[in-house]
């Protein structure tokens, strides 16, 4: 990098997708920032823009496309030099990018950004860098993330890729397979996150409860990182994401019930209650097994919300497994759902399945889902008015001394918030709340 004092390049990152590119971002603005590079948040300001993609399904590809187009742009009437294009869609699609898009400068793909500097570097010498070799990258050499100031959440990444073979997935296609960290990684990475002023770690992986089976000799893992982090000075809560339910062990549930720092909180994707959907789909279990772990972890952890995701529209499904698919989600009660329609991928078995269904009839099945999940969350939410609550204090509302918080209960993006009065504090603390109001997702309440 030819670079002089006072004229150091500006580098802005623009994250699209899940989670985990947020994570992969951190850790390629850590890279960037030991360097010498300015890091910058709006990218009309920057030199140097990274667009970070998703190419999860069709409605992510487009706008990943539209982002780097957008981005593009900037050449013409901002200051942009270079545009580097990572992530997902460079790890599937870098041939059609490079030959369609003749403003990328460089790509690299989802295993490659530990290279992020360098390709920046040759990019701005017009030297159109590709890195996109095979996703094998495990984080173990870079525990360190820069994180922006006044963030008290953050997820971890405990493993990259899957070996699961979802029928309907093109995550290995792009991620590779299931490779886990060591908990030391983790629980290092843990510290310098809490160093940064994070409380809350949230643990995210493909597939979560499968933690350690390929590095601990089959062992699973997750009980015993669960409680490594637990003893991390400065973190709060511990919440997990994407754990499978075909591993969701005795062990698992037992941490769940008796670690405080461990959010009474589930994530756990089923993607559909019928069991001829399911085998489809290659996912395992049935739906008798699915109700006989979810009886067991509210028997076990009375006060768990439990979070679901489901899809809709996946090919062969019939107006009667919609039927049946509404009836379970009315009878399981999950406190938190996530409903998606069947996106048809390239190169993935389903898209070779008969019987597929019209988008009008998908779209109407997961309006109608959530229609039924609003009335199940809202009647959900109602049984906290009156209890006290610990609640994390997130943000200023800006108006009638109103602050933003969630619970434990709550994940942050995709659940709900707690608007609390009377908060004197830091932001960043967790206080006691008395619930006062419930509504559909959100809760309203007073310090205590």
């Known amino acids: 990098m030819t670079e002089k004092v006072g004229t150091r390049e500006k580098v802005a990152i623009v994250t699209l997708g899940c989670e985990k590119n947020l994570v992969d971002s951190d850790m390629m603005a850590h890279l960037i920032d030991e360097k010498g590079y300015e890091l910058v948040d709006n990218p009309e300001e920057a030199t140097v823009v990274i667009?970070?993609?998703?190419?999860?399904?069709?409605?992510?590809?487009?706008?990943?496309?539209?982002?780097?187009?957008?981005?593009?742009?900037?050449?013409?009437?901002?200051?942009?030099?270079?545009?580097?294009?990572?992530?997902?869609?460079?790890?599937?699609?870098?041939?059609?990018?490079?030959?369609?898009?003749?403003?990328?400068?460089?790509?690299?793909?989802?295993?490659?950004?530990?290279?992020?500097?360098?390709?920046?570097?040759?990019?701005?010498?017009?030297?159109?860098?590709?890195?996109v070799g095979n996703?094998?990258?495990?984080?173990?050499?870079?525990?360190?993330?820069?994180?922006?100031?006044?963030?008290?959440?953050?997820?971890?990444?405990?493993a990259e890729g899957c070996d699961n073979a979802c029928t309907f997935c093109s995550i290995p296609l792009m991620r590779g397979g299931f490779r886990s960290r060591t908990i030391e990684s983790i629980v290092e990475e843990a510290r310098h996150l809490a160093a940064q002023g994070v409380v809350e770690v949230s643990l995210i992986a493909q597939d979560s409860t499968n933690y350690g089976t390929d590095i601990y000799d089959g062992k699973l893992m997750l009980p015993e990182l669960l409680n490594r982090l637990a003893e991390v000075e400065g973190i709060e809560w511990i919440r997990l994401h994407y754990a499978y339910p075909g591993f969701f062990t005795d062990e698992l549930i037992h941490t769940f019930a008796t670690n405080p720092k461990v959010c009474k909180y589930v994530d756990m994707p089923l993607q559909h209650s019928e069991d001829h959907i399911l085998k489809r789909m290659r996912r395992p279990g049935r739906q008798t097994d699915i109700r006989a772990l979810v009886a067991k972890i509210?028997?076990?952890?009375?006060?768990?919300?439990?979070?679901?995701?489901?899809?809709?529209?996946?090919?062969?499904?019939?107006e009667e497994d919609f039927e049946r698919l509404s009836e379970f989600v009315k009878d399981i009660r999950f406190d938190r759902l996530g409903v998606f329609t069947y996106s048809n991928e390239d190169d993935t078995p389903a898209s070779r399945l008969p019987d597929h269904v019209d988008e009008e009839v998908k779209e109407k099945r997961a309006n109608m889902l959530m229609e039924i999940q609003r009335e199940v969350a809202g009647d959900r939410n109602g049984r906290f008015v009156g209890q006290v609550l610990d609640v994390l204090i997130e943000r200023y509302e800006g108006r009638n001394d109103i602050y933003v918080g969630r619970t434990q209960y709550d994940a942050p993006e995709i659940d709900g918030e707690v608007f609390v009065t009377g908060f004197k504090g830091e932001l960043g603390t967790v206080v006691k709340v008395k619930i006062t109001h419930s509504y559909e997702y959100d809760l309203a309440g007073e310090v205590v």
């Open 51 to 131: 667009v970070n993609t998703c190419g999860f399904i069709d409605a992510a590809k487009e706008e990943s496309v539209n982002k780097i187009l957008e981005m593009g742009e900037l050449k013409e009437s901002g200051k942009l030099k270079s545009l580097v294009v990572a992530g997902c869609l460079t790890q599937r699609y870098k041939e059609d990018i490079l030959n369609e898009i003749p403003e990328v400068d460089g790509i690299v793909g989802t295993g490659d950004f530990m290279s992020i500097t360098g390709i920046i570097e040759e990019s701005l010498e017009g030297k159109r860098p590709i890195f």
């Open 298 to 318: 509210r028997a076990q952890v009375p006060d768990v919300a439990l979070r679901t995701s489901l899809i809709v529209g996946f090919p062969g499904e019939t």
């Open 135 to 158: 996703p094998i990258f495990t984080y173990e050499d870079v525990v360190k993330r820069k994180v922006k100031q006044g963030t008290y959440t953050a997820y971890i990444k405990i």
